[in-house]
């Protein structure tokens, strides 16, 4: 079955400073990536997501870029502000099949 | 429109006991899901429904746990009797069709905080 792997467990940034977070898959079937965030006490919320007929998509200060050859994608946050502090959790499907998540990055954007 | 609602929020209870978590999805959402978040793990996932129908139970982790959807409404997750490593934050989803590799996205509710002492 499908594994998700992602990195780093923890990050901790400059308000203003970019952050990367990466994740990679093990199922080449696979073809949808979303990516929540957690606030604390809340429930994972969809933030972006991309599908495997594009490379990239933006969304404001938000974008995920996904390498199809490599299995790999990545959710890249620029001028991170104090509120984009939360746990950030990758996952992939293959549309028909339940998300499978990684484990989670606890990002800390410090002011 | 009321997002996807789970009851309670949080439950203390004593290894052996019984304990009924709730999910009320988006309303006109066929898929339900319950998944289940370890401390400092992965989200997992535990079982899909499609109306009231359970298409999909392969990450349920034992007899212990048993869900319903009587009706294709709310859901409900019975754990018993509780045991330790029971203890995660119990979260519910919902989508309105169910293949995400469309326009379609899988919304989620707050989750449920199980503590089994």
């Known amino acids: 079955g499908e594994n998700v792997e992602q990195h780093p467990s923890t990050l901790s940034v400059q308000e203003g400073d970019s952050a990367v977070i990466k994740c990679t898959y093990s199922?080449?079937?696979?073809?949808?990536f979303p990516w929540y965030k957690q606030e604390l006490g809340k429930g994972p919320q969809l933030i972006i997501d991309?599908?495997?007929?594009?490379g990239e998509k933006k969304d404001q200060r938000i974008a995920v870029t996904l390498n199809k050859t490599a299995k790999h994608f990545s959710l890249h946050i620029t001028e991170t502000q104090p509120e984009d502090s939360a746990v950030y959790f990758c996952a992939a499907s293959k549309g028909n099949t339940p998300l499978v998540f990684g484990k989670g990055t606890r990002l800390s954007v410090i002011a | 429109e009321a997002g996807v609602t789970q009851f309670p929020s949080h439950s203390v209870i004593e290894k052996g006991q019984t304990v009924t978590l709730r999910c009320d999805p988006i309303s006109g959402h066929d898929n339900l899901y319950w998944y289940r978040r370890v401390m400092g793990k992965e989200i997992k996932f535990l079982l899909h429904?499609?109306?009231?129908?359970?298409?999909?139970e392969s990450g349920m982790p034992n007899n212990r746990f048993l869900a319903e959807r009587t009706g294709g409404t709310y859901s409900t997750l019975k754990v018993q009797p509780a045991e330790l490593e029971d203890s995660g934050v119990y979260f519910c989803?919902?989508?309105?069709?169910?293949?995400?590799?469309?326009?379609?996205?899988?919304?989620f509710g707050s989750g449920t905080q199980l503590s089994v002492l």
């Open positions: 989803a919902s989508s309105q069709d169910r293949d995400l590799a469309t326009n379609e996205k899988l919304f």
């Open positions: 991309i599908r495997s007929n594009v």
């Open positions: 429904f499609v109306k009231e129908s359970k298409q999909d």
């Open positions: 199922d080449s079937a696979s073809n949808y």
